[in-house]
């Protein structure tokens, strides 16, 4: 390829950087209000938080992209430019999918822990302060981890409103060019680099936090090997 089409697909990357940035906050901001509403112990609360819930986890993000960038203007008559239509719908999107996660990650912490913060009269905020959040946190990076690489695909989804991302970067070299392999093979490659870095960042923050809250991440369990008496082997073959 020539620099200017090199060009051309760097611009893609960072603009896909940014989409992966800012959907991710919004997208972490999102699994945290409505997954601690999740657990609330006002049941419209945890209804509102639910039904929020299943219909962002029961529609498409392409089609909310589509709503956000084509439906909103004419219904209400204002225009977000594409970076933040993409952003807003990726990160309503995907912060369904990590409240669920924050949900069960606040669900599974031992109960008696919150018992311990109620004989200490703690309240319900200072009990999910100081004593859920700690411990469930880390246990919400792995899922997370996963999370964010389906984000990092789903970026390619703005492409639809002309966005200049890494996908329609690419589909306009490839235009240019009319050589798809070689394209789309850098493409795969770019988006690869991009998950495996961010999941390596993952679990460097996982083992951070597990050594706070004094945890380790799981290893496999050594499997011990039989010893084998001195002389058994003698008494067999004799």
Known sequence: MTPGLWELVLRGVWVTLQLLVFGALLAAAVSFVVGIART???WIVRFVAGLYTEVFRGTSALIMIFWVYFVLPLAF???LVPMWA???ALGLTYGAYGAEIVRGA???VDPAQREGGIALSFTPWQRMRLILLPQAVPEMIPPFANLVVELLKG???VSVMGMGDLAFSGSLVRLALQESVEIYAYLLLIYFVIAFLLTRAMRLLERRLKARVGKAPARKA???T????EGAGAGAGA
């Open 226 to 229: 039989a010893r084998v008496p």
């Open 77 to 79: 008559g204002w225009q």
């Open 222 to 224: 050594a499997v011990p």
């Open 155 to 157: 970026t390619a989804l």
């Open 106 to 108: 606040l669900t599974a």
């Open 86 to 88: 993409g952003v807003l």
């Open 40 to 42: 609330h112990r006002r």
